[in-house]
């Protein structure tokens, strides 16, 4: 007998903590102002805790970034939850994100019906990525390792996330949306993020709009020599 296995009322105990945990951490979202169903959904059962670093598992059913390998940062779910609410994902949507992360945008992306293309300036982040999307069976995922922010010749997308700040929207990237298309991002004006959407409309004229601020590390162009 395998005394390291935990007992049915230790199983059933922490099933119930963890049922409880993601019921508040889905109540806070709403007292956030987060009141889309499909997204409250995705977040519910996208378990943030699989793609937060192992020491920070207790926090990752809370509001707050959580830091990564590579200096970079898992940004905070309202944050998260403010952008994909501005992007607006349809099922059947193709979106390119830049900024992999851990991958928990990406798996909320594909939970909620779209087909990702996710691109990661750190292999090392990238490969991480790659094995917690496996383990919550993300989906149409296809994740590059590059510079997300560089020219793609041929593609187009629906919706396009940049997940950071910039202090500038790159002209090639924008290029990337057709009529219909929208882009969600940061920009940084004043040394402050703030929430950016960028649509396409059907005659291919564009417009901009500002939202309030938000707490995200800013995304920088180029891919990592090492890591």
């Known amino acids: 007998?395998?005394?390291?296995?935990?007992?049915?009322?230790?199983?059933?105990a922490r099933d119930e903590?963890?049922?409880?945990?993601?019921a508040s951490f889905i109540l806070s979202l709403r007292a956030k102002g987060i009141r889309d169903t499909a997204l409250l959904r995705a977040m519910e059962l996208v378990p943030r805790e699989v793609?937060?670093?192992r020491r920070f598992t207790d926090l990752a059913r809370t509001d707050v970034a959580l830091p990564l390998p590579c200096g970079q940062t898992m940004t905070g779910p309202a944050t998260?939850?403010?952008?994909?609410?501005?992007?607006?994902?349809q099922p059947g949507q193709r979106i390119l994100e830049i900024g992999t992360g851990s991958g928990y945008v990406t798996a909320l992306l594909a939970r909620l019906g779209a087909e990702v293309t996710s691109v990661e300036r750190f292999n090392t982040l990238a490969e991480s990525a790659a094995q917690h999307l496996k383990i919550v069976d993300a989906g149409r995922v296809r994740l590059e390792v590059g510079d997300g922010l560089a020219t793609r010749v041929r593609d187009r997308f629906d919706r396009i996330l940049?997940?950071?700040a910039r202090p500038e929207i790159p002209e090639a990237v924008i290029s990337l949306l057709p009529p219909g298309g929208r882009l969600v991002g940061a920009l940084t004006l004043e040394g402050m993020p703030r929430l950016v959407t960028i649509e396409r409309d059907g005659k291919g004229d564009l417009g901009q709009s500002l939202g309030g601020s938000l707490r995200i590390s800013p995304l920088v162009t180029g891919v990592a020599a090492t890591l």
């Open 1 to 12: 007998m395998n005394e390291s296995l935990p007992s049915l009322p230790e199983a059933e």
């Open 17 to 22: 903590q963890a049922a409880i945990g993601a």
């Open 51 to 53: 793609f937060a670093p």
């Open 80 to 89: 998260v939850a403010a952008m994909l609410l501005a992007l607006g994902v």
């Open 162 to 164: 940049l997940n950071g």
